[in-house]
């Protein structure tokens, strides 16, 4: 309500009118900023439909430079993120592929900053919103700079740049209402979705486990990207890369990750910080899927679309090095906020390809900085400096932070004695990798591109059923979350072309039916005066069963490292199953806390002070991995008389979590809906504690889910 009492609505109505800053484009063509009208606003101009887009692009630029500067300072994606230091050992050179210096020299040691990050939510947006996590990596490489700026999905939701700002405005919040942050289950979202089926395999991979994991460090990291690498010969070898955590792949439920949210917003940036912090440093080996070039056109999908992998099944993942990270930065602004990642720095011995995603992240990135770092300095910030000395003839600009001697700023000069000078190829300098082109200058987009449903169908195939029952769950709850049935009705028609049943399913879930067609076309990612028949989705190809390699299912579980494990225990607890207890589990890496009914100390039966970690009623059990109750008379009789312990547990069985109990606790355990689930393969009672310790280290008892699911907590 205005405070002026004389201000009506229809004054607001008049100044809309007068003041030419409103506008809506209702019924209005779409137009660039100087207001000439436009064909198509989905493809990029490209030197051949699968070639590298043209400078000339002016319609690419003025989106892609208005996007990129939309939020000062905060970055427009991927805003919430973590960081941290550590380095980049080879385990096995590559001459045959790469020259570059570390992908040859076993004896070196690289630095690396690495960045993780959710891509939709603002900086202050909680840690476990359902989403692709970002994951870069700098390189402080002995030639140069390279950042390898990727995911922890090995696809994307598009197959051109220019399709970046209408994706990243259809996920963020509502621009009316600035609603729902962090979070994509709302209409715009799933309105564009479901008009632009490319974006289906990725977002059936956010609708997996894989968009809430349970840790920074059990993700895996992928440069999504065709990439090239060059020998020494010149000779170009296709790549992807891959990251693989030593720790496995994990995740938590949607429920969990809801509770989270609420009871520790930072849960991943904590956990990293502090896993670092007690000297557990996470890993990640890097891996190489290589193709010679004469294989290019060996596949059934198109190497340069961005929204297909390789199945390692097909093209085995060499690994070639391992990353640690074992520094927590200093100054969170300094360092992770001010870190710029380009995906064009890269180093002699890689080089890009023609992904037309990619060739628009090469001119998005720096871009991107110039505003939000304030310049083209921005490689001057401590954590941007290259750890090998530059020199060049650019010159000033906001916040030069160097003194450049001398007289001569251009090349060619002889009063600067011709430095700084050329390098030749044979003293390490970059070259392009000379790839043939002979094309028609065409804004369109490749038809080898147009099969959109094969792959999220393998992806589906590949999971285990409790992978599947969870995609389903997440599907139903995103459209269960849009009001309108028409985007609803269209994405189970998408969903339906993925697998049939899982349509049904979340159909049901919805109240809705699998509708039998819907109007066409439904690819709007085209030109205007596109042949439409040609960009519809092709027909569904199974050329490849299963691939096991994208399950949850088939990762590692024998780790146990910081995994946190809550004990509960009051006064008078038995000491003599707690000592074996931790001895056993902390000699592994996990982290035990002690939670009891009030904060401070408790004694246990051997009269011992002990510090408690956190009261109950400041804690929650979705924070933790496991739980241990001890025994003793005095310190069970103390905790049945807390109702929140009851909740504790119930969650923890609820969540399908591994679970301990010694001599009395067992009364505690009888109170809770634990009595049910006792013949339960992670639920241990007076058992040995390398049980307990494979319980933890399999993560979860995903066969105890269905009749957990009727727990009420
Ligand atoms: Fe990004 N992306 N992106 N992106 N992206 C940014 O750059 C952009 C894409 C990724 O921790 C921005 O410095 C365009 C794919 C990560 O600092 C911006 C396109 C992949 C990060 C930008 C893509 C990514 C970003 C925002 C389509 C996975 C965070 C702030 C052509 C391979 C890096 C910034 C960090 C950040 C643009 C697509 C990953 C605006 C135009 C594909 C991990 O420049």
Same mark, same amino acid.
């Given at each position: 309500?205005?405070?002026?009492?004389?201000?009506?609505? $229809?004054?607001?109505?008049?100044?809309?009118?007068?003041?030419?800053?409103?506008?809506?484009?209702?019924?209005?063509?779409?137009?660039?900023?100087?207001?000439?009208?436009?064909? +198509?606003?989905?493809?990029?101009?490209?030197?051949?439909?699968?070639?590298?887009?043209?400078?000339?692009?002016?319609?690419?630029?003025?989106?892609?430079?208005?996007?990129?500067?939309?939020?000062?300072?905060?970055?427009?994606?991927?805003?919430?993120?973590?960081?941290?230091?550590?380095?980049?050992?080879?385990?096995?050179?590559?001459?045959?592929?790469?020259?570059?210096?570390?992908?040859?020299?076993?004896?070196?040691?690289?630095?690396?900053?690495?960045?993780?990050?959710?891509?939709?939510?603002?900086?202050?947006?909680?840690?476990?919103?359902?989403?692709?996590?970002?994951?870069?990596?700098?390189?402080?490489?002995?030639?140069?700079?390279?950042?390898?700026?990727?995911?922890?999905?090995?696809?994307?939701?598009?197959?051109?740049?220019?399709?970046?700002?209408?994706?990243?405005?259809?996920?963020?919040?509502?621009?009316?209402? *600035?609603?729902?942050?962090?979070?994509?289950?709302?209409?715009?979202?799933?309105?564009?979705?479901?008009?632009?089926?490319?974006?289906?395999?990725?977002?059936?991979?956010?609708?997996?486990?894989?968009?809430?994991?349970?840790?920074? %460090?059990?993700?895996?990291?992928?440069?999504?990207?065709?990439?090239?690498?060059?020998?020494?010969?010149?000779?170009?070898?296709?790549?992807?890369?891959?990251?693989?955590?030593?720790?496995?792949?994990?995740?938590?439920?949607? *429920?969990?990750?809801?509770?989270?949210?609420?009871? +520790?917003?930072?849960?991943?940036?904590?956990?990293?910080?502090?896993?670092?912090?007690?000297?557990?440093?996470?890993?990640?080996?890097?891996?190489?899927?290589?193709?010679?070039?004469?294989?290019?056109?060996?596949?059934?999908?198109?190497?340069?679309?961005?929204?297909?992998?390789?199945?390692?099944?097909?093209? /085995?993942?060499?690994?070639?090095?391992?990353?640690?990270?074992?520094? &927590?930065? *200093?100054?969170?602004?300094?360092?992770?906020?001010?870190?710029?990642?380009?995906?064009?720095?890269?180093?002699?011995?890689?080089?890009?390809?023609?992904?037309?995603?990619?060739?628009?992240?090469?001119?998005?990135?720096?871009?991107?900085?110039?505003?939000?770092?304030?310049?083209?300095?921005?490689?001057?910030?401590?954590?941007?400096?290259?750890?090998?000395?530059?020199?060049?003839?650019?010159?000033?600009?906001?916040?030069?932070?160097?003194?450049?001697?001398?007289?001569? /700023?251009?090349?060619? &000069?002889?009063?600067?004695?011709?430095?700084?000078?050329?390098?030749?190829?044979?003293?390490?300098?970059?070259?392009?990798?000379?790839?043939?082109?002979?094309?028609?200058?065409? %804004?369109?987009?490749?038809?080898?591109?147009?099969?959109?449903?094969?792959?999220?169908?393998?992806?589906? %195939?590949?999971? /285990?059923?409790?992978?599947?029952?969870?995609?389903?769950?997440?599907?139903?709850?995103?459209?269960?979350?849009?009001?309108?049935?028409?985007?609803?009705?269209?994405?189970?028609?998408?969903?339906?072309?993925?697998?049939?049943?899982?349509?049904?399913?979340? /159909?049901?879930?919805?109240?809705?039916?699998?509708?039998?067609?819907?109007?066409?076309?439904?690819?709007?990612?085209?030109?205007?005066?596109?042949?439409?028949?040609?960009?519809?989705?092709?027909?569904? $190809? &199974?050329?490849?069963?299963?691939?096991?390699?994208?399950?949850?299912? &088939?990762?590692?579980?024998?780790?146990?490292?910081?995994?946190?494990?809550?004990?509960?225990?009051?006064?008078?607890?038995?000491?003599?199953?707690?000592?074996?207890?931790?001895?056993?589990?902390?000699?592994?890496?996990?982290?035990?806390?002690?939670?009891?009914?009030?904060?401070?100390?408790?004694?246990?039966?051997?009269?011992?002070?002990?510090?408690?970690?956190?009261?109950?009623?400041?804690?929650?059990?979705?924070?933790?991995?496991?739980?241990?109750?001890?025994?003793?008379?005095?310190?069970?009789?103390?905790?049945?008389? *807390?109702?929140?312990?009851?909740?504790?547990?119930?969650?923890?069985?609820?969540?399908?979590?591994?679970?301990?109990?010694?001599?009395?606790?067992?009364?505690?355990?009888?109170?809770?809906?634990?009595?049910?689930? $006792?013949?339960?393969?992670?639920?241990?009672?007076? $058992?040995?504690?390398?049980?307990?310790?494979?319980?933890?280290?399999?993560?979860?008892?995903?066969?105890?889910?269905?009749?957990?699911?009727?727990?009420?907590?």
């Amino acid at each position: 309500m205005s405070k002026n009492k004389n201000f009506t609505a $229809k004054d607001s109505k008049k100044i809309e009118k007068l003041q030419p800053f409103y506008t809506d484009s209702k019924e209005q063509p779409l137009t660039t900023n100087q207001g000439l009208l436009v064909n +198509d606003t989905n493809n990029s101009l490209k030197a051949g439909e699968r070639g590298s887009t043209l400078l000339e692009d002016f319609l690419l630029r003025e989106k892609i430079t208005s996007f990129d500067h939309e939020r000062i300072p905060e970055r427009i994606v991927h805003a919430r993120g973590s960081g941290a230091h550590g380095y980049f050992e080879l385990t096995k050179a590559i001459p045959q592929y790469s020259k570059a210096g570390i992908f040859n020299d076993t004896g070196r040691k690289t630095s690396v900053f690495v960045r993780f990050s959710t891509v939709a939510g603002s900086k202050g947006s909680p840690d476990l919103a359902r989403d692709v996590r970002g994951f870069a990596v700098k390189f402080y490489t002995e030639e140069g700079t390279w950042d390898l700026v990727g995911n922890n999905m090995p696809i994307f939701f598009i197959q051109d740049a220019m399709k970046f700002p209408d994706l990243v405005h259809s996920v963020k919040p509502e621009p009316n209402r *600035e609603i729902p942050q962090a979070a994509s289950a709302h209409d715009t979202f799933y309105d564009f979705i479901s008009r632009t089926p490319e974006t289906l395999h990725n977002q059936i991979w956010a609708m997996s486990d894989r968009a809430i994991p349970r840790s920074f %460090r059990m993700m895996e990291g992928f440069g999504i990207h065709t990439f090239r690498l060059i020998n020494k010969k010149g000779e170009g070898h296709f790549v992807k890369f891959h990251w693989k955590p030593l720790l496995g792949i994990h995740s938590v439920t949607w *429920e969990e990750a809801v509770k989270i949210n609420g009871a +520790d917003a930072d849960f991943h940036r904590r956990d990293l910080w502090d896993a670092i912090d007690a000297g557990h440093f996470p890993q990640w080996e890097l891996g190489m899927q290589i193709v010679p070039e004469k294989d290019e056109h060996k596949y059934d999908f198109d190497l340069l679309d961005p929204t297909k992998l390789i199945p390692e099944e097909m093209v /085995a993942v060499t690994i070639v090095g391992k990353m640690t990270l074992n520094r &927590n930065p *200093e100054n969170f602004f300094a360092e992770t906020e001010q870190v710029a990642f380009l995906p064009g720095h890269i180093i002699p011995g890689i080089d890009f390809t023609n992904d037309p995603l990619l060739q628009g992240r090469l001119f998005s990135y720096r871009d991107t900085q110039l505003s939000r770092l304030g310049g083209p300095n921005f490689h001057q910030i401590p954590i941007n400096r290259p750890v090998v000395n530059t020199h060049n003839n650019q010159r000033d600009g906001h916040m030069q932070m160097e003194i450049p001697k001398g007289q001569t /700023a251009y090349f060619p &000069n002889s009063l600067g004695m011709g430095c700084p000078h050329l390098s030749k190829i044979s003293e390490g300098a970059f070259n392009h990798y000379e790839e043939r082109i002979d094309a028609k200058k065409i %804004r369109s987009r490749s038809a080898s591109f147009s099969d959109h449903f094969s792959q999220p169908a393998l992806f589906y %195939r590949s999971l /285990a059923a409790w992978e599947q029952d969870h995609v389903a769950e997440a599907y139903t709850f995103e459209l269960g979350k849009c009001t309108e049935d028409s985007i609803k009705e269209r994405m189970l028609w998408m969903i339906a072309q993925i697998d049939e049943d899982l349509s049904k399913k979340v /159909a049901k879930g919805l109240g809705l039916k699998v509708p039998k067609s819907i109007e066409k076309p439904i690819n709007q990612a085209i030109g205007a005066d596109a042949d439409k028949s040609k960009f519809e989705p092709g027909p569904k $190809k &199974n050329y490849l069963d299963k691939s096991p390699a994208l399950s949850q299912a &088939n990762t590692k579980f024998d780790s146990i490292a910081f995994r946190q494990i809550a004990i509960l225990a009051a006064d008078g607890f038995s000491m003599k199953n707690y000592r074996a207890v931790k001895e056993q589990l902390e000699s592994d890496g996990a982290i035990l806390k002690i939670i009891a009914p009030t904060g401070g100390t408790i004694m246990c039966d051997e009269n011992m002070e002990h510090k408690v970690d956190a009261s109950i009623t400041t804690t929650e059990s979705v924070l933790f991995d496991a739980v241990y109750i001890p025994g003793g008379k005095k310190s069970i009789k103390k905790l049945i008389e *807390e109702p929140k312990y009851i909740k504790f547990i119930n969650e923890t069985l609820k969540y399908c979590k591994a679970i301990s109990i010694d001599g009395e606790g067992e009364e505690l355990f009888n109170q809770t809906a634990g009595k049910d689930f $006792k013949d339960d393969k992670a639920v241990l009672i007076n $058992k040995n504690v390398a049980a307990f310790k494979k319980a933890i280290a399999e993560h979860r008892n995903w066969d105890r889910r269905k009749k957990a699911e009727k727990i009420p907590v």
